[in-house]
């Protein structure tokens, strides 16, 4: 499908140039003059130091992310460093994300970051309710958090595909304020797309089938988009509100372009602008790589052991490549290290037992050094069944390392086969198998390859060049609407006490009733005790067997699992780091 002006006028304007004469950096609007959105003279000084840029020209921005800190995963590692990014820009930036825990603070700063967490029902055990019921207080309070921050954001940028972008939008219609939503993954298949919407097994290949190898492929996600109205109640009628709205879309891949029009988005509102890492701190060392004469061959794989990583094929193919003839390995040690945590790691452990492997592989568990643990590793490998664009493999190419991915969605964008890497197909360990075996019995193919994968991330995939990319995207969007007056009021002050949100609580058969200039919201529970808060619209519940029937301008909402573990321990660490 041809992309229509307004698209390819945004495309290209994100090709530009950004170096500026005096070493700074600048953003490139398309080439738009005057009132018709010039930038000219907008410049930015390096990201190591602190934007300089003029008053009226510094954006304040919203981040909307489903997930964040310190629960870490593609996304939230994204919002977080393009966040810090604008910052080191002269821009101002405020999160608004859900609160997982009850103990976790409403509004907080991490390292200079304003954080809000939005709350709603909570379990027993202090754990949000994230069901397909527990969803509605959420985006109900996330449509009055953000309509109380109306006056202090210039734009809205949602990291997932989710209720949550559902209410950005219907925020950005109403205030007529530019709202711009990233797409995270898209499926490699419709066959496997359709297999994991029922129980589903993890790879067998050369073992037999046993009842370990299953897993519920209810959980299973394959993208952020088919799978919303499959665990969200009123999730199509949310898909089709967001592709008749006046929201743009942030393809990560070129494969998520195409599937976003696939799913019925228009290609008018949807821009490619790709994921990025930070190469000044992935990078290559010299001190810590490893020595070629030296017999140790330690791959890496860094991915949460979930489905859709493919860590079960991983460990197939490193059986295959183990158990193959002895003489092409005789002076070489292979191991093979798995960097990650997740709740597949019994049955994956199980799998490396049967298939003899244990003595040469070993499960780390979730890391904070991956930097230094990438530095020291002679290649790199991502087995996953699909992806977005992928962090791990744009982290391990940026430390120059050889790397091995599957045929999906980012890495197929990354990696040219025998140029930069080696790309193989999802689910085929005997190939796979091969890949790693050219990369540890040939050094200077490695070698090459790790060159050339740096040299592809230093050109196409810089934080600070993807940054400006979605900042090009701001300007060209605040200019269609005429909206370069930069609000004065300051991101932080979003906790003012306005008449938005006024909640009348009765204990039995409560009635939470709230007037925003027109807009009315009613929400009735039975047997349910509510703790309401003017400060943030927190609704919170100990009462368990909820009902909950919600009358809004949209179908009820629910929400897209995921799993949280581990957190509690590193929020304290997280939120004074």
């Not at 600048?26 to 018709?36: E, F, M």
């Not at 939005?118 to 949000?128: A, E, M, T, V």
């Not at 019995?441 to 991330?457: P, S, V």
Request: aromatic residues 6%; charged residues 20%; hydrophobic residues 35%.
């Amino acid at each position: 499908m041809p992309r229509s002006t307004t698209s390819n006028s945004i495309n290209n304007s994100l090709k530009g140039d950004w170096n500026s004469p005096d070493g700074g950096q600048k953003c490139s609007d398309g080439g738009q003059n005057g009132s018709d959105g010039d930038h000219k003279g907008r410049h930015y000084n390096s990201p190591e130091g602190k934007g300089i840029i003029p008053v009226e020209d510094r954006l304040h921005i919203c981040f909307v992310s489903f997930m964040f800190s310190p629960i870490i995963g593609g996304a939230e590692a994204r919002t977080e460093k393009q966040a810090r990014q604008l910052q080191a820009l002269g821009h101002d930036v405020t999160i608004v994300t859900l609160r997982y825990n009850k103990q976790w603070q409403r509004k907080e700063h991490l390292a200079g970051l304003p954080v809000i967490r939005i709350g709603g029902l909570f379990k027993r055990n202090g754990q949000l309710r994230v069901g397909r019921l527990g969803h509605i207080p959420l985006d109900m309070n996330l449509f009055f958090q953000l309509w109380r921050m109306r006056r202090t954001y210039d734009i809205i940028h949602v990291f997932q595909v989710t209720p949550l972008a559902f209410v950005a939008a219907l925020i950005g219609e109403l205030t007529h304020t530019p709202v711009v939503i990233s797409s995270q993954c898209a499926p490699t298949n419709e066959e496997l797309r359709t297999n994991t919407q029922q129980d589903t097994t993890l790879m067998n290949d050369t073992l037999p089938v046993a009842d370990y190898l299953k897993i519920d492929g209810r959980h299973v996600i394959t993208d952020d988009i088919s799978v919303l109205p499959r665990l969200t109640l009123g999730g199509e009628a949310m898909l089709n509100f967001l592709r008749t709205s006046d929201a743009y879309f942030q393809a990560l891949s070129t494969r998520s372009q195409a599937h976003l029009i696939e799913q019925g988005f228009r290609a008018d509102h949807i821009v490619h602008i790709p994921g990025s890492v930070h190469t000044e701190k992935f990078q290559p060392s010299i001190e810590q790589r490893p020595n070629s004469t030296h017999p140790e061959r330690n791959i890496i794989c860094v991915g949460r052991l979930e489905y859709s990583k493919g860590i079960d094929v991983l460990l197939h193919a490193w059986a295959r490549l183990m158990q193959a003839p002895f003489t092409w390995r005789k002076d070489l040690r292979p191991h093979l290290r798995i960097v990650g945590g997740g709740v597949l790691r019994p049955q994956l452990e199980r799998i490396a037992t049967e298939l003899h492997i244990l003595d040469s592989i070993e499960f780390l568990g979730t890391r904070t050094d991956i930097l230094p643990l990438l530095q020291q590793s002679w290649g790199f490998i991502l087995p996953s069944r699909w992806e977005g664009m992928p962090n791990a493999l744009l982290e391990a190419m940026s430390c120059g390392l050889p790397c091995i991915a599957t045929r999906v969605s980012g890495s197929e964008d990354l990696i040219t086969t025998g140029l930069n890497g080696i790309l193989v197909e999802p689910e085929q360990p005997a190939e796979m198998a091969l890949a790693l075996r050219q990369i540890i019995e040939n050094a200077d193919f490695a070698q090459q390859l790790g060159q050339a994968a740096r040299a592809t991330i230093v050109r196409d995939y810089q934080l600070s060049n993807i940054v400006n990319q979605c900042l090009t995207l701001y300007h060209h969007l605040l200019a269609r609407r005429g909206r370069f007056t930069v609000p004065t009021a300051d991101l932080s002050a979003c906790d003012s006490n306005t008449d938005l949100s006024i909640f009348e609580s009765q204990t039995e058969g409560s009635i939470f009733e709230s007037q925003a200039e027109g807009l009315a919201l009613e929400s009735r529970a039975e047997g349910s005790v509510f703790e309401s808060q003017a400060e943030g619209s927190v609704f919170e519940s100990q009462a368990e067997g909820l009902a909950l029937e919600t009358r809004a301008d949209q179908s009820a909402v629910g929400t897209i699992n995921r799993p949280l573990q581990g957190t509690e321990k590193n929020y304290e660490g997280r939120r004074h780091g």
